[in-house]
Each structure stands twice: as C-alpha cells, then as structure tokens.
C-alpha cells in the first residue's frame, strides 16, 4: 500500500541547519508532485516546500532563502534542507505526495494532496 515515511526530525539550535528524509512505498514518485508542509500548534498546516514532477519548486516567503527541496526519484525520496532556522520553524513536518501537480498549487491547497507521512517533530531552541 501506499506509505511515505519521514525521518530527520529533532532538536536543532536558532540558526543551525537539518535534513529531513521521506521515503515512499507502494508507489513511485516519478510522475507525483511532491511536498513538505509543517503544522505548528495553534497554526493551520501549511506548505514550506514543493516539488512538481519535472522538478519546478515553490516556496512561500516564509522559508525562501532557507530551505531547499529535493527529490531523488530513483531511490523513492524527497528531502527538505532546512537552513539558518528560527523559533518559527519549530513544527511538525509532512511529507506529501499529489498528482501532476503544479508545485504552487499543492504547497497552497494541502486539502487537496492525496497522500501524507506521519510527521516528524522539528524543534528549533534559542
């Protein structure tokens, strides 16, 4: 069945940088678009990182600059770099997978995206 799995989450320092990992099974994530989204208490889920499936990202203001994702068809994986984090970025992280989606599309319309990990805890202290 259809699984994504995330890892990489932790403790990190304000201004410190990490790499998440997600790993899909049951399907491959060659014609997917592809995406991280964060959910923080008290704040809505949203999209940090997408990736459609011929390699156009989207990024919201909030992490441009700072994060990078990637993906790595061959081996069924995405990963977010997460560079010089602040408070803000302490959340739990998704990895998602769509369609043939346009990146900007899935990072703003999270209700839509048809496939979710579990989330992986990301905590950035002072």
């Known amino acids: 069945q259809v699984q994504l799995v995330e890892s990489g989450g932790g403790l990190v320092q304000t201004g410190g940088s990490l790499r998440l990992s997600c790993v899909a099974s049951g399907f491959n994530l060659d014609y997917h678009a592809v995406g991280w989204f964060r959910q923080a208490p008290g704040k809505e889920r949203e999209g940090v990182s997408c990736i459609s499936h011929d390699g156009g990202t989207y990024y919201p203001e909030s992490v441009k600059g700072r994060f990078i994702i990637s993906r790595e068809n061959a081996k069924n994986k995405v990963y977010l770099r997460m560079d010089r984090v602040r408070s803000e970025d302490t959340a739990v992280y998704f990895c998602?997978?769509?369609?043939?989606?346009?990146?900007?599309?899935?990072?703003?319309?999270?209700?839509?995206?048809?496939?979710w990990g579990q989330g992986t805890q990301v905590t950035v202290s002072a």
């Open positions: 998602a997978a769509g369609g043939l989606s346009p990146s900007q599309r899935m990072c703003r319309t999270p209700s839509l995206v048809p496939y």
